[in-house]
């Protein structure tokens, strides 16, 4: 998944533009884009929206943004969505990977009910929106199946720290919020799914999202949520990887095939160990992903 489109679960108009779009996967969110008077409704159009969507046959993956299991409103957004089977679940405000295994367990029962495979919704934390979640992040690796990829939040963790700006005036993250980008994704690595990126809340500022989307592929993302459509080909453009960069991966894989013993091979006066080997595999899944986008 290279994007990942919000849409506000209580929004018909928004569903439909979204319906139109190329986004890889859409989020229909029942958590902060909605008022707590509006949630009950929320759940009802979030359950019509999925209904719609599976109607419609789209080779894109959808998603629900769920309440936190703290707040007393999980339980019933899933009674609601798991009806019209979801691809998968954001988990906002994950601690820890225990969070993800009681998820899970919640949506075992749901799959159950509702007659879906056992384990075929997936599940996306998001995994740096409190303080205490920083010390989680070790625990997601073995924690569950189900776990897909981890995404991260920079706005919920300034509320938890208190502080004044997440963002310095350059536009670059301030320290605290740049450790937990990096943090989660040393952390997706370990537990062995893709890493997303957060949003750019700046809509209409273009080229710094394509910066930020450029350095987050740099660092080894695989995909950036979106708040806005127009931010959508953006994301894609810059998170589908350069036919230079899979046909270099292929090159590195074809040579050591083609030399099983060796440790090293050199290719156009450039050395390739075992770390360009493992990187150009990575490559050259991840192209495969893309190809088969759709389904969860
Ligand atoms: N998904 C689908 N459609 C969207 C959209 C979204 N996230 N954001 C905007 N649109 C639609 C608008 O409805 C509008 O459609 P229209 O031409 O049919 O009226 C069109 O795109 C242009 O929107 P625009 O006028 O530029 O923006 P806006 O002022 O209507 O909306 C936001 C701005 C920020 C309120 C809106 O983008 C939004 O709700 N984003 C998601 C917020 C969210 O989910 N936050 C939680 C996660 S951080
Ligand atoms: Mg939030």
């Known amino acids: 998944m290279r994007s990942l489109l919000f849409v506000p679960a209580d929004s018909p108009r928004k569903f439909a533009k979204a319906m139109q779009g190329e986004a ?6 029942l958590e902060d884009s909605i008022a707590a008077a509006h949630k009950p409704a929320a759940r009802e159009s979030a359950t019509d929206f999925l209904r719609e969507w599976r109607s419609a046959p789209r080779a894109a993956t959808i998603l629900v ?15 609601a969505v798991m009806r019209a089977r979801p691809d998968g679940i954001m988990l906002p405000k994950a601690e820890s990977g225990a969070d993800v295994q009681q998820l899970g367990a919640k949506l075992a029962v749901r799959e159950a009910e509702n007659d ?4 075929s919704t997936f599940i996306l934390p998001i995994v740096t929106e409190t303080a205490r979640a920083m010390f989680g992040l070790g625990s997601y690796a073995g924690a569950s199946r189900r776990t897909r990829a981890l995404t991260w939040g920079a706005e919920d963790l300034s509320a938890s720290l208190g502080s004044e700006v997440n963002r310095l005036p350059d536009g670059g ?3 605290p919020f740049a450790l937990a980008r990096n943090m989660m994704l040393f952390a997706a690595a370990a537990t062995g799914v893709d890493a997303i990126d957060t949003i750019f809340g700046n809509f209409r500022d273009s080229a710094a999202l394509r910066a930020e989307c450029e350095a987050a592929r740099r660092d080894g993302f695989a995909g950036k949520m979106a708040i ?3 931010q ?9 990887p350069a036919q ?6 292929r090159a590195v894989i074809a040579a050591f095939a083609a030399n099983p013993d060796a440790g090293v091979v050199s290719i156009d006066g450039a050395m390739y160990d075992r770390p360009h080997l493992l990187r150009a595999e990575r490559v050259v899944r991840r192209d495969y992903h893309l190809g088969g986008i759709g389904g969860g």
């Open 116 to 119: 879906l495979p056992d384990g």
């Open 24 to 29: 890889d996967a859409l989020i229909l969110d």
């Open 173 to 175: 993250y301030a320290p």
């Open 65 to 79: 943004r769920i309440n936190a299991l703290d707040t007393g409103l999980a339980d019933a957004d899933l009674d």
């Open 228 to 230: 806005h459509p127009d």
């Open 244 to 249: 230079k960069a899979i046909d270099e991966a």
């Open 232 to 240: 959508v080909a953006i994301i894609n453009e810059t998170f589908t």
